[in-house]
């Protein structure tokens, strides 16, 4: 199990024997288990999007979720992530008695292993999506190849923020044969300008459309001279059933 400093994880012995409700914090974790097991969740966050049919009572938003709500769904687990949700909120959660299953996502490897714990900890089988997914990235999960390109990707304007060191889309990229060139930042989202990414001089800057909704009118007008990809965020930085069609949907974008 992927370990991070100042974490608490539960362990596969601390989870509940047996789980008949879920809450997820998570829209990545949301979708992995609406899909593998409808009916299992009791709960989700305002963004949780996918599937599209989710019928389940919200819980406001991953940074600032109604804890007394979580709570009062009464669920056997609530599942998380270490950059999505605050320590904070799951620490209360915790205070209160709710088991927490909080994962560690910064890479695809880390992706596929910390999903199958969640879903077993959930008391699930390793669904054929998950499988799917490996097989899909199979022969690049050992090492990324060698990069083809280099890119710069912005995840949000009015201030500029792009993707730094250690991010799982970052490692998506890499896998598909493209250089971040902020990977080395101090920062895991450092804010710049359009000059300093300009600067960088890219082969391509990668758009995707979330969290910011960059779309064909706002964003690649600042980089004129440059190639501009317009990606799907889903399948760009989500970690879930997307992952087994994410290498060819990205594929043909960039």
Known sequence: MSERPGIARLTKEGAPARVR????????????????????????????VHPADLDV??????????????RARASDLVV?????????????LRAAGVPVWETVVRDLPEALSELAEMLAACGLDEPPWLRAARTAWADVLDEPPPPARTAVVPIWRRPWMVLGRETFAGDVLARLGVA???????????????????????????????????????????????????????????????????????????
Request: hydrophobic share 40%.
């Open 21 to 48: 409700r879920v809450v997820s914090l998570v829209p990545s974790l949301t979708e992995a288990i609406a899909v593998t097991a409808p009916g299992l969740l009791v709960g989700a966050t305002d963004w949780c």
């Open 180 to 254: 971040n060139l902020y990977a080395d930042d101090a920062e895991r989202y450092p804010k710049v300008t359009v000059e300093r990414i300009r600067d960088r001089r890219p082969d391509l800057v990668i758009l995707p459309d979330e969290p910011y909704a960059f779309g064909p009118g706002d964003g690649p007008e600042e980089f004129p001279g440059v190639r501009v990809a317009l990606v799907s965020g889903r399948h760009l930085e989500w970690y879930g059933p997307s992952l087994a069609e994410a290498r060819r949907v990205l594929t043909a974008s960039l």
């Open 80 to 92: 998380a992530n270490f950059e999505e949700n605050r320590a904070a909120d799951l620490d209360r």
């Open 57 to 70: 009572v919200r819980v406001r938003g991953t940074k600032n979720p109604d804890v007394d709500r979580v």
